[in-house]
């Protein structure tokens, strides 16, 4: 029996029974019984299904799983506190806006995931982008915002926390919930619709600096490169400092289990596992500030702020560029070598072309098949030898390497812890 409900709900999601539970405000409001039988939340197909789903900053008073369940059942000053929450009229509106658009489900984050369970709770933040990507439509809720019209200017007296705008524009979460879905409509305060995404595409590329192009037509065919990717996240904020990296999950293509209590060791989990699953040396191209070496890896998001332009370069450009400061014998004999970085228990073993410093016998500059915007040379960031492996040493991105020496190929041991 168990395993017959483990294998009915894989790959499914569970949702708000958007009339079941209408009926059951209007029963719960009028004083009758009949809503004590209302099924509210049933496990869907995510797949199949068409449903919408919200978008929002989470608020002192929001409602969980089991009060949402359990809401005819209570007591009646408890179910009427609960009933005046702002987290209830939120789901309240969802669900009045969802019945109204034609869709008989609805998701909300708050209630949807019983998060007495870890094992439900991992599922549903690695499954989350999906959720979000295969809904109809997500309906951003701007909590802050009281005006009929959405904001076309930072406003710093309004949003003196949030870099002149609204907060939705500032949590690490609702990045992925803007870029995913391919529906998005936003909401004031009131529930006055203030604009869909595609027509608002302009001053949201200026508000969180992701291409239009992207809000329009989400990750799928020209991605992005890693880099470009964090520096987006490199803003916002999130309450867990886990969620740093676990809100990033569904962008980058990468799954992992939640380990809560970590703290910014998930971020360095994160990139291990995008460095598992690409080649995509941007992932190196952050910007350090560190005077000690530290690792290859970055802390935070923030250390890719100015990587907002990054692109890959193509591999034959890469080596067209070092064959002006590589002699080509030397050249062709690590050229297939070159963007390989398995990892091992010394660290992340990286083929690179190392410049040394004239004045130092252990700072070196390295190459990585990225630039800054197009047209530019390769990123160079720093590495220092330290206990026979290298490290990441101060830097800031390189955009002229007209200075640096020539360079030794060779393999080399890079610390990831």
């Not at 506190?81 to 984050?109: F, H, M, P, T």
């Not at 809560?260 to 460095?275: N, P």
């Not at 802390?299 to 080509?328: A, N, T």
């Not at 290298?390 to 020539?406: D, E, K, N």
């Amino acid at each position: 029996m168990i395993l017959s409900r483990l294998m009915a709900h894989l790959y499914s999601m569970r949702l708000i029974n958007v009339e079941a539970f209408l009926e059951r405000e209007s029963s719960i409001r009028k004083r009758k019984r009949g809503g004590r039988r209302a099924k509210v939340l049933e496990f869907c197909d995510d797949e199949t299904t068409e449903y919408a789903i919200l978008s929002h900053r989470w608020l002192a008073q929001e409602v969980d799983y089991n009060e949402m369940v359990e809401l005819a059942n209570i007591a009646l000053g408890e179910r009427d506190e609960i009933r005046r929450r702002d987290g209830y009229q939120k789901i309240l509106q969802s669900c009045n806006q969802a019945q109204k658009d034609g869709y008989k489900w609805l998701w909300v984050d708050t209630c949807c995931i019983d998060k007495r369970s870890s094992a439900e709770l991992s599922e549903a933040i690695n499954s989350m982008y999906r959720w979000y990507e295969n809904a109809k439509v997500c309906y951003a809720y701007l909590h802050d915002v009281s005006g009929s019209s959405f904001p076309t200017a930072s406003d710093w007296e309004r949003y003196p926390d949030f870099h002149g705008w609204p907060e939705w524009f500032s949590r690490g979460w609702t990045l992925q919930e803007l870029i995913a879905p391919s529906k998005v409509q936003f909401f004031n305060k009131d529930w006055r619709s203030l604009g869909c995404k595609k027509m608002l595409a302009p001053i949201l590329e200026a508000i969180t600096g992701i291409p239009g192009h992207i809000l329009i037509h989400g990750l799928h065919g020209n991605r992005p490169c890693v880099a470009q990717i964090m520096s987006w996240a490199a803003n916002r904020t999130t309450t867990r400092v886990e969620d740093r990296a676990y809100s990033l999950m569904g962008l980058l293509d990468v799954n992992m289990p939640m380990l809560y209590g970590e703290g910014k060791k998930a971020f360095h989990r994160l990139q291990l596992e995008i460095i598992r699953a690409s080649n995509d040396q941007s992932i190196f191209a952050w910007d350090s500030e560190k005077v000690q070496p530290t690792s290859i890896l970055a802390d935070d998001p923030s250390r890719f702020r100015y990587c907002g332009r990054m692109e890959l370069m193509d591999h034959d450009e890469f080596i067209q560029f070092l064959k002006k400061e590589v002699p080509e014998a030397e050249l062709d004999s690590i050229a297939d070598r070159l963007g390989s970085f398995p990892i091992t228990n010394r660290g992340i073993q990286i083929w690179m072309l190392l410049c040394p410093y004239r004045d130092s016998r252990f700072r070196f500059q390295a190459w990585l098949p990225c630039r800054l915007r197009p047209l530019d040379p390769p990123v160079a960031i720093d590495l220092a030898l330290w206990e026979s492996n290298y490290s990441r040493g101060t830097t800031t991105i390189a955009s002229s390497l007209s200075q640096i020496p020539r360079p030794a190929a060779s393999q080399h041991h890079i610390r990831s812890r």
